[in-house]
């Protein structure tokens, strides 16, 4: 496997944050999980801003905001609307994993952070069919 380190450090870092999460009453759960998707996504923002280049910028402004509402629409409708962003947010930091979006990163952030985005994501879902 390409990057073995980055996937293994999203796995710990998601098997830590599960059991965090549910330390917290339930009704507060959602709560945590969307915030905690508005700030993964916002770290895209940064990334376009150490870029430089406008276009960068705004395509990671433009995708950070479709996350920021499926975390308020998780947070006042359905708890699916989570799970549909965090899967969201792997699959878009694989197309920055294979260059499909020209904005310049360090390449060990988006397999690490696609792990931990659809582990969360698959947490999540079994929450939600359970």
Known sequence: MKYQR???LGVFLAAISIPFVCLFPKEKQND???ILLVVIASDY???GIMDGRMKQKLIEIVLCTGFVVLSVL???YSTWFLV???IAHGIWDYIHDHRMVMTKIKRWYPP???IYDWL???WLLYTVIQ
Request: proline share 0%.
């Open 32 to 34: 945590l999980w969307a």
């Open 120 to 122: 969360i994501g698959t």
């Open 45 to 47: 923002i940064g990334f």
């Open 74 to 76: 998780g947070l006042w």
């Open 6 to 8: 980055e996937a293994l």
């Open 112 to 114: 690490f952070c696609m």
């Open 84 to 86: 549909i962003g965090y």
